[in-house]
């Protein structure tokens, strides 16, 4: 009989032995305990298969974050069904895509959006999740609880869309071990312990939050202060009775400006760990200044996990990621996919047991990003040092990271180039002291045509998601161009690299 890899199997085994202890808790009051989780989860997939979902079934998720959005999450593992979550800023055109492209049995979306969902479902059955526990999803749960689903170590838990430098977003397929494997690394490597509180303040549609941090609670049986969202005040008095914060340099400098921010308010805390985009040196130590803490730093990707760390004992240098993971492999390439010299920058390579399983339905392009030896092309343009510290100095990918978001230019490009009067765009990343970068967007009138910033940014409102709207348009005659024809966005880059952070100077 075949080892359950069931990565919800080894949550329960930690979950039955810590008890009573609560898992989830909401202001002050406890709304879910390790010992509700076989019966809760057992019960909502139960459920699932209620409604006419099998193990391998897609289910597309669009919902606020909430506990039963956490439940449904484990549930749909215990079920064996591929995890699907969207980002709720994501409007219906842009959902569209995502049910046609990952055909899911099931679609559960907040309630307001109930219509317009089922208006684009398809086959997919429509069940609604609201933020305080609302909806079609919970209605008629059943008193018996199903089964844990036996998966092998390679089944898809979920799949994570993520952007390119090219097309529409691709699915990044992730195995049950690839989950499981990165968690139990990262709980060694940042010693995570039962008597460990973690402040919960991130999306839960993203790496960071869903699996980064609930997964390390879930495997080393550890409470967590579930935040709806990001309050600094709220945070820092949480600090009392918390161990773990996990946050996006956004957070961060949010903290730092914050009066209430201080070594007396910080002493609790042992650990304060930033993703998701590059955090800048100076916040490293105005941090480390107010709070006598360092902040530790890691990279990862969507379809990784975590590739590197800063120790959580040694040196937490600021400006690098610190060290490969356990198991990791990291390499760095150049153009011609040749070695280069050490301190040199190169393109990071990385292989391991967290690398995802290739991009849903997509052959083509999960073969163009693999390299001999199974080494995944993360895009991203590093240096390694002597003692094997990986340093990010830039992206070979066309992407913007803002608020710890991918935003993927070319999709913005197009539904501006759509619009009455443009001849063509370019969208751009430029600094940004509060969001890392911001959305800056630059367009060339046709002849004669009348364009405005406030004309342009109230046309595609409604096409493509908040975070993804230019902060600033600037309408212009011409784009810059090399000599064979390319727009040359490095130059936009220098021409408004000051814009949001005077003086500057961008690359």
Same mark, same amino acid.
């Given at each position: 009989m075949m080892t359950n890899h069931n990565l919800l199997a080894s949550f329960l085994e930690v979950a039955a032995a810590a008890g009573d202890k609560p898992f989830l808790i909401a202001g002050e009051t406890p709304v879910l305990r390790f010992s509700d989780l076989d019966r809760e989860t057992g019960r909502l997939a139960a459920r699932l298969a209620?409604?006419?979902? +099998?193990?391998? $079934? @897609?289910?597309?998720?669009?919902? +606020?974050?909430?506990?039963?959005?956490?439940? #449904?999450y484990l549930a749909a593992l215990r079920a064996g069904m591929i995890f699907i979550p969207l980002n709720t800023a994501y409007t219906t055109a842009e959902l569209a895509y995502f049910l046609s492209d990952a055909e899911p049995a099931l679609v559960v979306c907040r309630p307001s959006d109930e219509a317009d969902v089922q208006a684009i479902a398809g086959t997919a059955r429509v069940v609604t999740l609201g933020m305080k526990g609302e909806g079609s999803l919970l209605d008629d749960l059943p008193e018996q609880i199903g089964p844990v689903v036996e998966r092998a170590a390679d089944d898809l838990a979920a799949i994570l869309y993520t952007s390119g430098t090219t097309g529409r977003s691709k699915g990044a397929m992730l195995s049950h071990h690839n989950l499981y494997s990165n968690a139990a690394t990262l709980k060694t490597l940042w010693e995570w312990q039962d008597d460990d509180v973690l402040i919960h303040i991130l999306p839960i549609y993203h790496v960071h939050g869903l699996f980064v941090a609930l997964h390390g609670a879930l495997l080393a049986g550890a409470s967590v202060l579930f935040h709806q969202g990001f309050d600094p005040a709220a945070v820092i008095a949480d600090f009392a009775r918390a161990t773990v914060l996990m946050g996006v340099p956004t957070h961060y400098t949010r903290l730092i400006d914050s009066p209430e921010l201080t070594r007396t308010a910080a002493k609790p805390m042992r650990l304060f760990i930033s993703g998701s985009a590059p955090l800048l040196a100076e916040a490293h130590e105005r941090f480390a200044r107010k %709070?006598?803490?360092?902040? #530790?730093?890691?990279?990862?990707? %969507? +379809? %990784?996990?975590?590739?590197?760390?800063?120790?959580? $004992?040694?040196? @937490?240098?600021?400006? %690098?990621?610190?060290?490969?993971?356990?198991?990791?492999?990291?390499? #760095?390439?150049? $153009?011609?996919?040749?070695?280069? +010299? #050490?301190?040199?920058?190169?393109i990071l390579e990385v292989r391991g047991p967290n690398v995802f399983k290739g991009y849903w339905r997509n052959p083509e392009k999960t073969a163009e990003e693999f390299r001999e030896g199974g080494y995944f092309v993360t895009g991203d343009v590093a240096t390694r040092d002597s003692e094997g510290r990986i340093t990010l100095v830039g992206r070979a990918k066309d992407l913007i990271i803002a608020g710890g978001l991918n935003i993927y230019p070319k999709e913005i490009e197009e539904a501006i180039d759509a619009l009455p009067g443009v001849a063509e765009s370019a969208v751009i990343g430029v600094p940004h002291p509060d969001l890392g970068e911001a959305v800056v967007a630059v367009v060339v009138r046709e002849s004669g045509a009348e364009l405005t910033e406030a004309g342009i940014l109230a046309e595609i409102i409604n096409e493509l998601a908040r975070f993804k709207q230019p902060r600033r348009v600037f309408i212009v005659d011409s784009l810059p161009r090399n000599a064979m024809g390319k727009v040359q966005k490095a130059a936009l880059r220098a021409e408004h690299g000051a814009l949001f952070v005077p003086a500057v100077t961008t690359q």
């Open positions: 209620a409604l006419g979902s +099998e193990p391998g $079934d @897609r289910v597309v998720v669009q919902v +606020e974050k909430s506990p039963e959005a956490v439940l #449904l %709070t006598g803490q360092r902040i #530790l730093e890691r990279y990862g990707m %969507t +379809e %990784t996990g975590m590739i590197t760390s800063n120790p959580y $004992d040694g040196e @937490r240098v600021a400006g %690098t990621v610190g060290f490969p993971l356990p198991k990791v492999s990291v390499r #760095l390439r150049n $153009d011609q996919s040749q070695p280069v +010299e #050490l301190g040199e920058p190169g």
